[in-house]
């Protein structure tokens, strides 16, 4: 099962969206795009590519950032103005002796990470790495070079920006080979993958291994990770890192200065993940949270923070001045984080964060049409819209959307708000530019890796 390498289009069916902006969905829809579309078709190459991760934003997500944001009837996100959408299907496999490995529905985001990295499957918690008998068994890297490290090759410029540590699941699939990613700096590789230190003669932790491979931009959290001391402890990962060359940079103003990328930029915002746009409001049981009439509190990143569409702005800005062209991954990654902790505003805010790089990628996309963008995410997740008027079972919480009307949204797969879950629900893919009709259909999650580095 893991070894499969055809990925059959499972559905003929098609979604696309009117590439429009500033216009009533739900008063054009009686509109043909068929012209529309037909335009957007492009077959060739792209000279950029920007793959933009929304965390754990399956379609409620989105329609509930949608809603709260804009209104049913108010402007559509950026991420529906694109004119191809399709879905992946997101399992993964189980650990086994292999060779088939048992299948697994509800993955987290370090095998789904990994598929659309390298195009192959593997286990729950392991970065761009293949499956084994045991979680404390490490994989085999064979055959899992991952999209960065193919660009790179190419002589494409590359970028990684994230919310979250820069070490996290998502940002480390494509920067780092580790049998787990809980081996994010140095200290944990030491203690939970030893095997697989620079000392026992493996490549390191995840922060290491982004180093190593000197990507020319890494925006986003994480700093006590790069914080760790070496393995032979004359030294910390941020000293090793300036040992190879990198700029260091701390907060906005920092990122702000920096003007080219002569040398690889690193840059670390928070010790840990960055803080959310909007303050949380955490879901509870009946009479539930917030109220009908309920707005999010939307101040809550300090300036010194970057915003993600801060980050997103500046590393196009910085990639798009290498004349063979660039590959720009950017996570908004506390879809998924405040979604566990059924924080409704917390995630609505990040849905937001999704929106404004988005909208970066596409102004950018606009004037290169030569660049492929393409929006998606790893999993689905666990918050729904449910009756107002109803009585909810479990934890809940209620907002007053732009239209002024009540939305609520349950959380229903945990025991308690900071425990919910992944679900297995397919994810929406959206795209533009060269190629972005290749998202087109229900496909499996590793094809997008194809999209990415190009078809043969």
């Not at 720009?328 to 506390?334: H, I, K, Y």
Request: charged share 20%; net charge neutral; hydrophobic share 35%.
């Amino acid at each position: 099962m893991f070894h499969r390498k055809g990925i059959a289009v499972l559905s003929a069916a098609v979604v696309a969206v009117a590439a429009t902006t500033g216009v009533v969905i739900a008063q054009e829809s009686h509109r043909d795009n068929s012209a529309t579309i037909a335009k957007q078709l492009d077959s060739s190459k792209p000279k950029n590519v920007i793959l933009i991760i929304g965390d754990g934003t399956g379609d409620s997500e989105l329609t509930i950032g949608r809603y709260y944001l804009n209104g049913a009837e108010g402007p559509p996100l950026a991420y529906e103005t694109l004119p191809f959408a399709g879905s992946f299907h997101t399992w993964n496999v189980k650990y086994g002796p292999g060779p088939d490995y048992e299948p697994n529905y509800v993955p987290d985001s370090a095998p789904t990470a990994t598929a659309w990295s390298t195009g192959k499957q593997t286990t729950d918690a392991r970065l761009s790495q293949g499956p084994s008998r045991a979680e404390t068994v490490p994989g085999s890297n064979k055959g899992f070079k991952t999209t960065f490290e193919i660009m790179k090759a190419r002589g494409k410029a590359v970028g990684n920006v994230t919310t979250a540590e820069l070490t996290d699941a998502t940002p480390a699939a494509p920067s780092a080979h580790i049998s787990l990613r809980a081996c994010q700096g140095p200290n944990d590789a030491r203690t939970t993958c030893p095997q697989e230190t620079k000392q026992s003669g493996g490549l390191g932790s995840i922060a290491e291994q982004m180093v190593d491979h000197r990507l020319d931009v890494n925006l986003g959290g994480g700093r006590a990770r790069f914080e760790q001391a070496l393995d032979n402890g004359s030294a910390n990962v941020l000293d090793y890192a300036r040992g190879k060359g990198f700029r260091y940079v701390a907060d906005s103003a920092e990122l702000a200065a920096v003007k080219n990328v002569d040398k690889p930029l690193l840059g670390l915002f928070t010790s840990g993940n960055m803080t959310t746009q909007f303050a949380p409001l955490i879901a509870a049981v009946t009479p539930g949270a917030g109220s009908p009439t309920t707005r999010c509190n939307e101040g809550n990143r300090p300036a010194p923070e970057p915003s993600l569409g801060a980050m997103t702005d500046k590393a196009i800005q910085l990639l798009s001045k290498d004349r063979d062209g660039f590959f720009l991954q950017v996570e908004s990654a506390s879809i998924d984080k405040r979604d566990h902790a059924a924080d409704l505003c917390g995630q609505i805010g990040e849905t937001k964060q999704l929106d404004d790089a988005v909208k970066e990628a596409l102004a950018f996309q606009r004037a290169n049409p030569n660049t492929l963008v393409v929006i998606t995410a790893d999993h689905s997740h666990t918050s729904q819209i449910v009756g107002d008027t109803v009585d909810t079972p479990g934890f809940y919480a209620t907002v007053q959307t732009a239209d002024g009307a009540p939305l609520r949204v349950s959380y229903g797969t945990g025991k308690t708000p900071p425990a919910q879950q992944h679900t297995g629900a397919r994810v929406p893919v959206a795209a533009i530019g060269p190629q972005a009709s290749n998202v087109l259909g229900v496909r499996d999650q590793t094809d997008l890796f194809y999209t990415l580095i190009g078809r043969k």
